[in-house]
């Protein structure tokens, strides 16, 4: 069993900054990718920004030049540093990772950008 633990969320103004991590723990053979998907209510579940175990990055659009993802160097931890942040920005974000078999997340953790 994987276990994600998040940590960071919390409420920021417009144009602030909040860095988010997840450290991955348990039965972790090998992971394809880790990252981070948000989603607000009434909205689908969407890419945030994923890095993969050879240190290829995806970000979504709506993300691009803002966020930005790195990952230790024990490949068990993914952080998220966010900056210039906007309402449209609010959202539960969770941390997932990928062994190539399964997907884990995490219980999610609440970011909130006030205008």
């Known amino acids: 069993q994987v276990q994600l633990d998040e940590s960071g969320g919390g409420l920021v103004q417009t144009g602030g900054s909040l860095r988010l991590s997840c450290a991955a723990s348990g039965s972790i053979f090998t992971s394809t990718s880790m990252g981070w998907y948000r989603q607000a209510p009434g909205n689908q579940r969407e890419l945030v920004a994923k890095?993969?175990?050879?240190?290829?990055?995806d970000y979504g659009d709506s993300v691009k030049g803002r966020f930005a993802i790195s990952r230790d160097s024990d490949q068990n931890t993914v952080n998220l540093q966010m900056n210039s942040l906007k309402p449209e920005d609010t959202a539960v974000y969770f941390c997932y990772l990928n062994t190539g078999l399964y997907s884990f997340w995490g219980q999610g953790t609440q970011v909130t950008v006030s205008s």
């Open positions: 890095v993969t175990s050879g240190g290829s990055k």
